[in-house]
């Protein structure tokens, strides 16, 4: 019996301390590749941002302001899509809506066009929610 | 006896009751009860909530039998991946975001082929491959383009930039010079031979550039070989030890003997030629090519006067153009550099030929084939199939712990990690490696990671495989094929699935574009179509003759024929088609990118010479859709109607430069 016992011990002593090898391992790997590259982006988010630095930064600027380098060629000038107050009153299917059928297409300037037929609809959601973080948080 | 026997029944049904029990508690099944939980609660009807309670608790799995048979049991915890309803649920039961072929292609792709681990586990260490050393682990998110490129087999591929970026890096840092990648066996790298090296430089400049390329040449694609100081030396002498080929020393010693030329009207011919369309100065500039700032302090002003006359033969594969600069033209521009773009405060000796040590010089050989210098640079005897580093192909499939960290027992035992300090430090590994440091930043080394990531041992069934076409070459030989060399029109423009990126403009359907005159005068004096682009077509003094023939080749070689001349098939517009056309560009807002006469946005290319420049078939197939042509033009498609098109092709066809032709 006491065989025994020392012998179920001793294989606990030596189980144990793998068990808890094998836990901390991963554990440290992916800490420390977290750290070495940068959090991942969500894969709408980074479609839209791509679908916005390409099309629409030229207008709108960089941060969505409406500062891009053609809009001083504009009249009127392009929305400031980080303003809070435009962020609240718009839904999510009127941006979409005005990005698809353009300013001409919801009554507004033409000089903003629709994308509807250059866009994929998975490309417009991407860009409304690239707007969405675009939103200018409040004391900065 | 009996007791014995008692004993050892219990004993065999507590070990037959194990395997049950052990299925029992597995905890994929608390996963899957917890799943019918938060599908009930999250139901918009009492029916669906019912529907979740109901489910079974069981195995998941996807099997893709055109796959290698495999076996992907993942949504067996991930079980709202392909259900709508879970959109933002917590994970494990989480919607898949949208993908290219989620969730419509689960079916087809299942989860590994992209994220990699181990489909058929069915616990979660094991799956996702964190118990160390078991089975290959998933790819972190941060790298999970690398799951595209493994059917995506080359090329750029739209929807993974990063992938695309790695790629890129991995041909333009010359990694294909050392290792053998499948697809990449013909690669050949760009970098000049050094024959001429002894005309061409001098030793301070030479000990600057091997000592740190990047220090040296911001633009320098050459990367750092960490060279000791007496490495340098024997290097240098080696190098200074060869013969220039009689035919280049004869042309560099009679342009040394000119005298000077003119550096006003070398500034001048600076900016016309665009040089910065490539080249950079202080930075500015597209920085594909060296920084030409301190180029008067980095060559002699022979080889610099030989080479400007004729750049492809010091370099038959430079993607420098050969101008047609005459001889005055090549002096004044020399003089130009000489005067402002030399290191001011550099030692007056820099471009003093080194002296050649014979025993240094032999060493200098040695290490010369020890570092794989002649990799990229070339050098007689040495056949270039023979690949000089380890062959890349299945490093993404390499497992922990068959690779070696050597002193690097600062990294986590994965993978990505390993590369990516590879590629940061790879002489941090262990003393006397060979390879050298490109001096990534983060997100270019991010890319590279991904890149390598994706190559695979053996390529992926063939069903699934996705390879750029490689279409034959659209370039034709012959007097045309030589002028477009000369010229170094594909270091910038793409015909076919050939060329640089440099420029929008891709050449393969010139013809069917712009009209021939247009194309001539333009030749020979280029300007800027869209002029928010910063590289500008050169103006590359070419002869109206050259210019002629080639217009004439790419106006009647590169045609689409499914783009008719004529889109009004014979019943010309009428002057109202053209007035409705004009509304319509008011209406279109089209002026937000195009200027006529003096106003309107400069996005695309002013219109004010539409006429003179393109053919009208041309412009109402582009107004049809814009991406047709170019899958990033910026242009929207407006889905105009084919009338709505001809109309304002018909307007566009009235806008015409004054008598005496464009600009």
């Not at chain 1, 991942?40 to 380098?69: A, K, M, N, W």
């Not at chain 1, 000038?77 to 718009?90: E, H, I, N, V, Y």
């Not at chain 2, 490129?149 to 750029?156: A, E, K, S």
Request: glycine share 10%; net charge positive; aromatic share 8%.
């Amino acid at each position: 019996m006491n065989a025994r016992r020392i012998a179920f011990a001793a294989m606990i002593l030596v189980v144990l301390p793998s068990a808890c090898v094998r836990r901390s391992r991963p554990a440290n790997s992916s800490s420390a590749s977290a750290a070495a590259s940068p959090a991942p982006v969500s894969y709408d988010l980074r479609l839209g941002r791509g679908v916005f630095q390409h099309y629409c930064l030229i207008c709108h600027g960089e941060s969505g302001t409406g500062d891009g380098f053609n809009a001083f060629n504009l009249d009127p000038k392009p929305r400031d899509l980080s303003d809070p107050a435009f962020q609240k009153k718009t839904s999510d299917a009127d941006l979409a809506d005005a990005i698809r059928r353009g300013g001409g297409g919801v009554g507004l300037s033409p000089l903003m066009p629709p994308w509807g037929k250059t866009l994929s609809p998975r490309q417009v959601d991407g860009v409304v929610l690239y707007i969405r973080s675009l939103r200018q948080k409040p004391g900065i | 006896m009996k007791r014995l026997f008692a004993i050892s029944s219990i004993v065999f049904l507590v070990v037959l009751a194990i395997s049950p029990a052990k299925n029992a508690l597995r905890p994929y099944r608390s996963i899957q009860r917890e799943f019918r939980r938060v599908g009930a609660s999250r139901a918009k009807s009492s029916k669906t909530a019912s529907d979740y309670q109901a489910r079974p608790v069981a195995i998941q799995q996807i099997w893709l039998r055109g796959f290698d048979d495999r076996v992907d049991r993942c949504t067996t915890c991930h079980l709202g991946a392909a259900d709508p309803s879970m959109g933002g649920a917590p994970e494990p039961y989480r919607l898949h975001p949208q993908t290219a072929h989620t969730p419509s292609g689960f079916d087809r792709f299942g989860c590994t082929s992209c994220h990699g681990g181990q489909g058929l586990a069915t616990s979660t260490d094991e799956a996702h491959g964190t118990t160390a050393d078991a089975g290959p682990p998933m790819l972190p998110l941060a790298y999970i383009e690398a799951g595209c490129g493994r059917c995506h087999t080359g090329g750029n591929v739209p929807e993974a930039a990063i992938l695309s970026r790695g790629r890129e890096l991995l041909a333009s840092s010359g990694c294909y010079a050392c290792h053998a990648v499948r697809g990449q066996n013909q690669f050949r790298s760009d970098a000049p031979p050094l024959a001429s090296i002894p005309a061409k430089t001098g030793g301070g400049a030479l000990r600057r550039w091997l000592k740190n390329p990047r220090e040296a040449d911001p633009n320098a694609r050459m990367p750092n070989f960490h060279l000791a100081a007496d490495e340098i030396e024997q290097l240098g002498a080696y190098l200074f030890g060869q013969n220039v080929p009689a035919d280049l020393a004869a042309r560099i010693d009679a342009a040394s003997a000119e005298p000077a030329g003119n550096p006003a009207n070398g500034k001048k011919l600076f900016s016309e030629s665009r040089c910065i369309s490539c080249h950079t100065v202080e930075g500015k500039g597209n920085g594909s090519a060296p920084e030409l700032s301190h180029v008067a302090s980095k060559v002699t002003r022979g080889w610099l006067l030989a080479f400007l006359r004729d750049p492809h033969a010091f370099n038959p594969r430079t993607r420098m153009p050969r101008y047609g600069l005459d001889e005055i033209q090549t002096r004044d521009l020399v003089a130009y550099f000489e005067d402002e773009m030399k290191d001011f405060e550099a030692p007056a000796d820099i471009l003093e030929p080194l002296h050649v040590n014979r025993t240094l010089a032999e060493k200098g050989e040695k290490l010369f084939r020890r570092y794989g210098c002649f990799a990229c640079h070339g050098m007689v005897g040495t056949p270039a199939s023979e690949k000089f580093g380890p062959d890349l192909d299945g490093i993404g499939e390499k497992r922990a712990f068959s690779l070696d960290f050597g002193r690097r027992t600062d990294l986590p035992r994965a993978l990505p990690a390993w590369l990516a300090a590879k590629i940061a430090g790879p002489r941090s590994f262990a003393p006397g490696l060979k390879m050298p440091s490109f001096g990534f930043s983060s997100d270019d080394s991010r890319a590279v990671v991904t890149a390598l990531l994706s190559l695979s041992s053996a390529p992926v069934p063939e069903a699934y495989r996705s390879e750029p076409l490689r279409p034959p070459s659209l370039v034709p030989g012959g007097e045309i094929g030589e002028l477009i060399s000369r010229y170094r029109c594909l270091s910038c423009h793409q015909i076919g699935a050939q060329g640089g990126d440099t420029s929008t403009a891709p050449l393969t359907f010139e013809g069917s574009k712009v009209r021939r005159e247009w194309l001539i005068d333009y030749l020979i004096l280029s300007y800027s179509i869209r002029p928010i682009i910063p590289e500008r077509m050169p103006v590359f003094r070419m002869s109206r003759e050259n210019a002629t023939k080639l217009a004439d080749a790419l106006t009647s070689f590169y045609v689409d024929p499914s783009i008719p001349d004529d889109p009004f098939a014979g019943r010309p517009a009428s002057d109202s088609d053209a007035k409705e056309g004009e509304r319509l560009y008011v209406s279109f807002g089209c002026r937000s990118c195009h200027i006529i006469g003096n106003s309107g946005g400069y996005v695309g290319p002013p219109l004010s010479d539409t006429a003179n420049r393109l053919r009208p078939g041309w412009i109402n197939h582009w107004l049809s859709n814009p991406q047709q042509w170019r899958r990033d033009a910026l242009c929207p498609n407006y889905g105009l109607t084919p009338t709505d098109a001809l109309r304002l092709t018909s307007y566009l066809e009235t806008l015409r430069a004054p008598a005496g032709g464009a600009k």
